[in-house]
């Protein structure tokens, strides 16, 4: 892959060439190597063809492509989402001499049916074999797809969420081998529905400031078609899991981005000790991914940069899943400017001269005193000195607004292009307000208040982005603010 083209992402993986959607498989294994694979058409530029590309990765902003890890055996067949598990205690039988064993559970697509199959990788996730006897699990469906299977240690029983997507509903498998599963309950018509459930996941995350829980689970559900903003989306229910059942905690449907392109977000499946609360998204919507103009550099779709997640009580809407940028230092080549004291003012950077034209940004407003008498607004603009296009956001402490507007790029236009997005953030009254991101070519990411709104878009200057501004007005004398922009590494 060449990644060089003006619109190709840096620190965001993206595949090397052809079309990609859903990340799938992720886990993270005993060296600390994590492993992506993704829905992939290497013969193509749209959806279709699906196969499981991989890649690897030490810290999640430099990828190493691998080879494709999954096959399809013939014209008809699609290897569809999934998950992975590395098998240490050998449940499955399929590794007696080693602990390293990964096992892939993934939808065989047919023009007949969706069945849940899996395959087994003995050199630790870099080529599979599919078990003979599949499929492992039948429902005689041909909308039955997308399992994300963990350990349960309660039950010592591998669980699997699966969608049976036109129905609406998530069904839950229990397993002690990952070959022999058992339908426990179904999780059925909660939330938004949108035309089709797709790519669940279950994961165990703690839970800040509450004293009520320690950890909670989290049920995800991405929806397509039938969005709020259009397109697809995906939402979460906080709630409690038993082995067989998942209760939701109320009856809220909460999203979980308030742009609209983060879509199938999967959790790194983690051997004990390794953390299995960080994500990864498809940065695309499926209203508009087959026609992106990223086609003349080779390539569609990007994924999401890595998030990690806990859910925190929020004033007034209670328990939200936060999205905060996992380690984005990692990432960070140098710094371009920082000033600790910015107060109210205006931090311009021609950032030009970087090669990878990718910034990680925030600025942390603190001292707020009275919630009262809170004021003050934050503005972001990337811009193009050539072109004038620009990307551009911003949040309002007094009200705890945050916007995000991705209409003013040149370079490709579409009915279903969303331009502007907003949310509403509130004030904990811990005297602290912070908004940060991250621009990488053709994607930015938002953060509120490290992670508690988020959104992550897409979009297409014709000329790359060169310069920066970001404006601190109107706080209170006892308020302080301190902006910094830093240059992230080049592919
Ligand atoms: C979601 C999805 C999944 C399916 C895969 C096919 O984006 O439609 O439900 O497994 O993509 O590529």
Excluded at 137 to 145: A, E, G, L, Y
Excluded at 167 to 175: D, Y
Excluded at 256 to 267: E, L, S, V
Excluded at 423 to 435: F, V
């Amino acid at each position: 892959g060449n990644y060089g083209g003006p619109l190709r992402p840096q620190v965001h993986f993206s595949p090397p060439q052809g079309f990609m959607n859903d990340p799938n498989g992720m886990f993270v294994d005993a060296d600390g190597v994590y492993h992506l694979y993704y829905q992939y058409n290497p013969t193509a530029i749209v959806a279709g063809n699906q196969h499981w590309g991989h890649a690897t990765s030490r810290d999640l902003y430099t990828w190493e492509n691998q080879a494709i890890a999954i096959f399809p055996s013939g014209p008809t067949e699609g290897i569809f989402s999934g998950s992975a598990v590395v098998d240490v205690n050998n449940t499955s039988g399929f590794f007696p001499n080693q602990t390293n064993g990964v096992v892939a559970i993934y939808t065989l697509n047919t023009p007949e049916r969706e069945t849940q199959d899996i395959a087994y990788s003995i050199d630790g996730g870099y080529t599979f074999t599919k078990y003979a006897n599949n499929p492992v699990i039948d429902s005689n469906s041909t909308q039955f797809r997308d399992p994300k299977v963990l350990w349960y240690p309660g039950t010592e029983r591998w669980i699997m969420v699966v969608s049976y997507a036109q129905e609406f509903a998530i069904g839950i498998f229990s397993s002690p081998n990952l070959i022999d599963w058992t339908h426990e309950s179904n999780f059925t018509r909660h939330g938004l529905l949108g035309l089709q459930y797709e790519c669940p996941n279950l994961v165990e995350v703690p839970v800040a400031g509450s004293s009520d829980y320690d950890t909670l689970f989290v049920l995800l559900i991405s929806i397509n078609p039938g969005g709020p903003l259009g397109g697809s989306i995906s939402q979460y229910f906080p709630g409690t899991f038993n082995g067989t059942h998942f209760s939701a905690i109320d009856g809220a449907a909460r999203i979980a981005n308030f742009a609209k392109d983060d879509y199938a977000a999967q959790f790194f499946s983690g051997i004990p000790g390794s953390s299995n609360h960080i994500s990864i998204g498809w940065a695309s919507n499926w209203q508009y991914t087959n026609v992106l103009p990223t086609d003349r550099e080779g390539f569609r779709s990007v994924m999401t940069g890595p998030r990690e997640h806990y859910l925190k009580e929020l004033p007034k809407v209670g328990l939200s899943l936060v999205s905060a940028p996992y380690n984005a230092t990692a990432a960070v080549d140098q710094e371009l400017a920082y000033n600790a004291t910015l107060g109210n003012g205006t931090l311009f950077v021609d950032y030009g001269a970087v090669e990878s034209r990718a910034l990680y940004w925030e600025a942390n407003v603190t001292g707020l005193t009275d919630s009262s008498s809170l004021q003050g607004s934050v503005n972001f603009t990337f811009s193009s000195s050539t072109t004038g296009e620009y990307v551009s956001g911003g949040t309002w402490v007094s009200t705890g607004d945050v916007w995000l507007d991705r209409g003013h790029s040149t370079a490709w236009s579409n009915p279903f292009f969303t331009d502007k997005f907003s949310a509403t953030g509130l004030y904990d009254g811990n005297g602290t307000w912070r908004i940060s991101g991250i621009v990488d070519r053709s994607i930015i990411e938002v953060y509120l208040n490290g992670g508690e709104h988020v959104a992550t878009s897409v979009f297409f200057p014709a000329e790359p982005l060169d310069w920066v501004t970001i404006s601190v007005k109107g706080l209170n004398e006892s308020a302080q603010a301190s902006v910094g922009v830093w240059a992230l590494q080049a592919a």
